[in-house]
């Protein structure tokens, strides 16, 4: 099955510096990559995803890039915040039109990220 | 447009016991994925229903049990609890086979078996 490892697993950065967070996944065959910010007793939220057939995505000051042929997916958050705070987590997952019918997340362990003022 | 809900938030049980917690999807979502959350971990995959069946079964024992109702809702099942069965359950909704793979989080019932 899929194994998907997240590095590294605490993270620390001063208020407007750029954070980098890096998954490696092990099937070849997923296709769908999202990360989830996950604040302390809440649930997991969607902050962004992207699809093996694009290199990058963007949202403002977060950025996901893969490498499929190395199976690394990456989180970049520029000009960081005290509000970006949180424990995020990567997941990969084999598309339903792949499994023909479930599609299960499987998650990294997640990186506790704090920035400091 | 309401979001993903589960009940209860809390709940407190002793070993042996039985469990059922509750989730109703997103507004226009009919697939619901069950995840346990250890403390300090990343979710794990229980379960999905889709159609009132489950469709795909992660790597837990039978003690684990779901349903899913009519109006998409879903339950979460365990008997015979163990003191390794504390965790965050979360539930997650998404769209069936013609929709994208994303997935929405409830907020989560924490389950403490003592």
């Known amino acids: 099955g899929e194994n998907v490892e997240q590095h590294p697993s605490t993270l620390s950065v001063q208020e407007g510096d750029s954070a980098v967070i890096k998954c490696t996944y092990s099937d070849s065959a997923s296709n769908y990559f999202p990360w989830y910010k996950q604040e302390l007793g809440k649930r997991p939220q969607l902050i962004i995803d992207?699809?093996?057939?694009?290199g990058e995505k963007k949202d403002q000051r977060i950025a996901v890039t893969l490498n499929k042929t190395a199976k690394h997916f990456s989180l970049h958050i520029t000009e960081t915040q005290p509000e970006d705070s949180a424990v995020y987590f990567c997941?990969?997952?084999?598309?339903?039109?792949?499994?023909?019918?479930?599609?299960?997340?499987?998650f990294g362990t997640g990186t506790q990220l704090k920035v400091e003022l | 447009d309401a979001g993903v809900t589960q009940s209860p938030t809390h709940l407190i049980k002793t070993r042996g016991q039985q469990v059922t917690l509750r989730c109703s999807p997103k507004s226009g979502h009919d697939t619901v994925s069950w995840y346990q959350q250890a403390l300090g971990q990343g979710p794990q995959f229980i379960f999905q229903?889709?159609?009132?069946?489950?469709?795909q079964r992660g790597n837990f024992p039978d003690r684990f049990s779901g349903h899913q109702f009519p109006n998409y809702s879903s339950e979460l099942n365990v008997n015979a609890l163990l003191l390794g069965d504390s965790a965050l359950y979360l539930c997650?909704?998404?769209?069936?086979?013609?929709?994208?793979?994303?997935?929405?989080f409830g907020p989560g019932t924490r389950l403490t078996v003592l």
């Open positions: 229903y889709y159609e009132e069946e489950e469709r």
């Open positions: 997650a909704s998404s769209l069936g086979l013609a929709g994208p793979d994303t997935q929405y």
């Open positions: 997941a990969a997952l084999r598309g339903k039109e792949l499994t023909g019918g479930g599609n299960k997340l499987t």
């Open positions: 992207i699809r093996s057939n694009v």
